[in-house]
T-cell receptor, first 120, second 113 residues
Framework: DTEVTQTPKHLVMGMTNKKSLKCEQHMGHRAMYWYKQKAKKPPELMFVYSYEKLSINESVPSRFSPECPNSSLLNLHLHALQPEDSALYLC???????????????????FGPGTRLTVT | DQQVKQNSPSLSVQEGRISILNCDYTNSMFDYFLWYKKYPAEGPTFLISISSIKDKNEDGRFTVFLNKSAKHLSLHIVPSQPGDSAVYFCAASAPNQGGKLIFGQGTELSVKP
């Protein structure tokens, strides 16, 4: 089973709303990721959690707030978003993040179907 | 600065023929490369990967070739099938980057019956 699930599938929110995106995996993966993808563009990394700790924040604005309640769940809390934040938000997981030169092994990332977010 | 480039935004191939998708990179620290396939309204699906210690990796109809001196990799699909029609992204990873993947812009493959 290589399934990553994301809810909701679609979300429309106003600029003053607060909403959350949810991601779940039951593969025992210990690294989880949030990506943002605009139309006709590649996915761009936002955050990485490794063993439930935030390990990478790609200078994402504070209106995006990630949370990893446990090893299977990843949330992205949204507040005061702008219309330009409208995009497909993808969650991914991998067995573990890259251990570095000593390990030399990359664990493939498996993606969920995404949440299509529209900010009005 | 685009570290991973896919210079062909689209490719059209006849069913049964070979599809060749190309990817170039500039960062010599990249040592692991992956190909993902993406259908509309779905997340990317992992296809095949290659480590920089190899120059070829094969999995069924999919083969990835890596030319480190040219900083170039390619994905070959033989034979191509209509179900292969999708956007293909190559991605690269460097050590000590916490698993961060750098994606190319994607190539949209259309396989015609």
């Amino acid at each position: 089973d290589t399934e990553v699930t994301q809810t909701p599938k679609h979300l429309v929110m106003g600029m003053t709303n607060k909403k959350s995106l949810k991601c779940e995996q039951h593969m025992g993966h210990r690294a989880m990721y949030w990506y943002k993808q605009k139309a006709k563009k590649p996915p761009e990394l936002m955050f990485v959690y490794s063993y439930e700790k935030l390990s990478i924040n790609e200078s994402v604005p504070s209106r995006f707030s990630p949370e990893c309640p446990n090893s299977s769940l990843l949330n992205l809390h949204l507040h005061a978003l702008q219309p330009e934040d409208s995009a497909l938000y993808l969650c991914a997981s991998s067995q573990k993040d890259r251990p570095g030169l000593a390990g030399g092994v990359l664990y493939e990332q498996y993606f969920g179907p995404g949440t299509r977010l529209t900010v009005t | 600065d685009q570290q991973v480039k896919q210079n062909s935004p689209s490719l059209s191939v006849q069913e049964g023929r070979i599809s060749i998708l190309n990817c170039d990179y500039t960062n010599s620290m990249f040592d692991y490369f992956l190909w993902y396939k993406k259908y509309p309204a779905e997340g990317p699906t992992f296809l095949i990967s290659i480590s920089s210690i190899k120059d070829k990796n094969e999995d069924g109809r999919f083969t990835v070739f890596l030319n480190k001196s040219a900083k170039h990799l390619s994905l070959h699909i033989v034979p191509s099938q209509p179900g292969d029609s999708a956007v293909y992204f190559c991605a690269a990873s460097a050590p000590n980057q916490g698993g961060k993947l750098i994606f190319g812009q994607g190539t949209e493959l259309s396989v015609k019956p």
